[in-house]
């Protein structure tokens, strides 16, 4: 019995003691500043295992293909290179000063699994600059870019400038028809994460920013009209989400590049807030 009064006492005070923390402006939060030895031992421990425990169940495809390795590079150039640079290519100035700072892919080609590359490129990594592409880029797509990277330890520098000024421009991907996919609200939840909605709207049931530059969605599947100018019915909100500036030329909502898929799913999940 007094054991366990010690231990929820002890657990009271380490809660504490971490609150007093939060509020306290003693950690460094800049960019500048490293993580100290044991925190980033613990961090890129949990960064290796978390990525290599979910990648175990991915089956790899073939990946030797010529016509693969060409379009990873396309993509790789469009997408990459600005924040993890290219065989005698520096990132983009911007991505010099992130933390922890995004790394050369040639190591981690060998040191990483096609799997577990495919894994970080398809879903990012928290707390890093690293984005989820799962939500931009078609499966395809992502293993292209994961062939590539692959070949990256064996690309000197004047190889990659050839490579570059040989290979075709990059055509966009076949996306498969609307009607493949099942309506989801629950994917929509998630989808909204990937397109900044929270920067700009309260959005009940989803943790984040929660800012209030546009209008709240609390209980938006029940009112009468979008943005005060649509009836508000599925195929008006697909067309708000998708290009809100053609129903509304002097909206501050931007056109995020929602797809139709994604759009029809955040539709769906907005449509439950009742
Ligand atoms: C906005 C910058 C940014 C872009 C764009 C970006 N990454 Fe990253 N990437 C990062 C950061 C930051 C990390 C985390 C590094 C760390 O945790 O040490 C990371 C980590 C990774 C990792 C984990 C391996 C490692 O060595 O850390 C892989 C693999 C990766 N990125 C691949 C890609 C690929 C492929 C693309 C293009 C589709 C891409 N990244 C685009 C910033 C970026
Ligand atoms: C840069 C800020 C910004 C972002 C990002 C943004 N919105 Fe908006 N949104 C607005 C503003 C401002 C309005 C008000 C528009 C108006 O009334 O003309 C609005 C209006 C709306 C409305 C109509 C609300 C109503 O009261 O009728 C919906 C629904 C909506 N946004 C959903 C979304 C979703 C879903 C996302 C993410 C895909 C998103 N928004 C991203 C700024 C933003």
């Given at each position: 019995?007094?054991?366990?009064?010690?231990?929820?006492?002890?657990?009271?005070?380490?809660?504490?003691?971490a609150i007093?923390?939060?509020?306290?402006?003693?950690?460094?939060v800049s960019a500048t500043d490293q993580h100290t030895r044991p925190v980033y031992w613990l961090l890129e421990k949990t960064t290796r295992a978390s990525v290599a425990a979910r990648a175990a169940a991915i089956d790899v495809p073939p990946l030797t293909s010529a016509a693969l390795g060409e379009r990873g590079l396309r993509l790789y150039d469009e997408h990459c290179v600005q924040c993890h640079g290219?065989?005698?290519?520096?990132?983009?100035?911007?991505?010099?000063?992130?933390?922890?700072?995004?790394?050369?892919l040639a190591a981690t080609a060998i040191h990483w699994t096609p799997a577990e590359i495919f894994w970080t490129v398809r879903n990012g990594l928290k707390m890093t600059a690293m984005p989820a592409w799962k939500f931009r880029l078609p499966e395809a797509d992502l293993w292209a870019i994961v062939a590539f990277v692959k070949q990256l330890p064996l690309i000197s520098a004047p190889e990659?400038?050839?490579?570059?000024r040989l290979s075709a421009p990059l055509q966009p991907a076949a996306v498969p028809a609307l009607q493949t996919f099942d309506i989801d609200a629950q994917r929509?939840?998630?989808?909204?994460?990937?397109?900044l909605c929270l920067t700009c709207h309260e959005i009940p049931g989803v943790i984040g920013i929660q800012a209030a530059v546009g209008?709240?969605?609390?209980?938006?599947?029940t009112r009468a009209f979008i943005a005060g100018v649509l009836p508000n019915t599925p195929e008006n909100m697909i067309?708000?989400?998708?290009?809100p500036a053609a129903v509304d030329p002097r909206t501050a909502m931007p056109d995020l590049y929602v797809t139709e898929r994604d759009a029809r799913d955040i539709a769906a999940y907005l449509a439950t807030l009742r």
């Open positions: 019995m007094k054991i366990a009064v010690a231990l929820v006492c002890a657990v009271i005070a380490a809660m504490g003691a007093a923390f939060a509020y306290s402006g003693f950690y460094d290219a065989p005698g290519v520096a990132p983009s100035p911007f991505a010099l000063g992130l933390l922890p700072a995004p790394g050369n990659y400038a050839a490579l570059r929509g939840k998630d989808a909204l994460l990937q397109y209008p709240s969605l609390d209980r938006i599947g067309r708000w989400l998708r290009d």
